[in-house]
């Protein structure tokens, strides 16, 4: 009996044993990435050479950098052929060992795996988990992976571009969508599953609500005493009791529509995870321990 429980206690401690170096290899690989190639003052990296020659990179950190001193917010744009895992968890690193603004967005792509197992990932910290919220990551996401998807690396780049500052002046007007550059509209998304609402509208609402605890239970009252007013009548047995002869008159009624709107809205596809809601963003805490917004998704 004791050589049974000793077999089991050795092939635990085997097992806990290969579990641990499978941990610790995983973890290192990512831990030990090479950060060092990665600075603040950098904001457009194609590790590999995927962007045609159209692409200067200078110029591309150029522009993100622009966008930067204007909303406040720091963009980068991050291609890497050397890592093969989650996407969003390198975003995470890379944005801590860079040492980038704490208001950031981030398209971070990993190319090091097969076609079907690269990753693309939108990774936000501080004001940018507010201005991309789960409709506006899922929407980022779905317009990029058309790109991705045949390898078409600048249009991707011009994608998060033009999607990341119209998403910014989006949460900054408090509008409720955009357009991409294939003509889809992307919807901001709503806060915990309700309404986002400015403070008028706040103030509206409640007013609302004020309306209809006091109102109700009046109307039902006044009801009630309108109906006691009446007596039973008797029961009709025809028709007839209520009708009178030449005091029916029906006209026929025809319906015509003068105008028609068309909305076009673009179908998602289900990503790895997703941001918060509308004007308030979403975390997810990652395997370094940080909190931080977004979502991933194969390609």
Request: charge should be negative.
């Given at each position: 009996?004791?050589?049974?429980k ?17 941990t ?13 190639r990665f ?5 457009a ?10 692409i ?9 950098a622009g ?9 980068t744009?991050?291609?890497?052929d ?31 795996g ?31 992976l ?22 910014t002046?989006?949460?900054?007007n ?5 357009d ?8 901001a ?71 028609s709107?068309?909305?076009r809205?673009k ?8 941001g ?7 975390t ?8 931080s ?7």
């Amino acid at each position: 009996m004791k050589k049974i429980k000793l077999g089991v206690m050795i092939i635990i401690a085997v097992i806990l044993s290969f579990a641990a170096v499978y941990t610790a290899s995983a973890d290192s690989s990512l831990e030990n990435y090479d950060y060092g190639r990665f600075s603040n003052n950098i904001y457009a990296y194609d590790i590999g050479g995927h962007f045609s020659p159209d692409i200067d990179l200078n110029y591309a950190s150029e522009i993100l950098a622009g966008m930067e001193s204007k909303y406040g917010v720091t963009y980068t744009f991050i291609i890497v052929d050397d890592y093969s895992g989650e996407a969003i968890e390198l975003a995470d690193y890379i944005w801590a060992n860079a040492g980038y603004g704490d208001d950031y967005i981030s398209a971070v792509i990993t190319t090091g795996g097969r076609v079907g197992e690269r990753d693309a990932a939108v990774y936000t910290q501080g004001r940018g988990i507010n201005i991309m919220n789960d409709n506006y990551v899922d929407g980022m996401l779905d317009s990029m992976l058309v790109a991705l998807r045949i390898g078409d690396w600048d249009g991707a780049f011009v994608i998060f571009i033009d999607l990341a500052e119209k998403m910014t002046v989006s949460y900054n007007n408090n509008t409720s969508s955009v357009d991409d550059i294939y003509g889809n509209t992307i919807y901001a998304s709503m806060s915990g599953g309700g309404a986002y609402y400015t403070e008028d509208e706040a103030d509206g609402a409640s007013a609302v609500l004020w309306a209809f605890i006091v109102g109700i239970p009046a109307a039902v009252i006044a009801v009630m005493l309108e109906l006691a007013k009446h007596k039973p009548v008797k029961k009709a047995v025809h028709a007839d009791y209520y009708v009178k002869d030449g005091d029916a008159k029906m006209s026929l009624v025809q319906d015509s529509f003068l105008r028609s709107k068309e909305t076009r809205v673009k179908i998602s596809s289900p990503s790895g995870s997703g941001g918060g809601g509308r004007g308030s963003g979403g975390t997810s805490v990652r395997s370094s321990g940080r909190s931080s917004g977004g979502g991933s998704r194969r390609f």
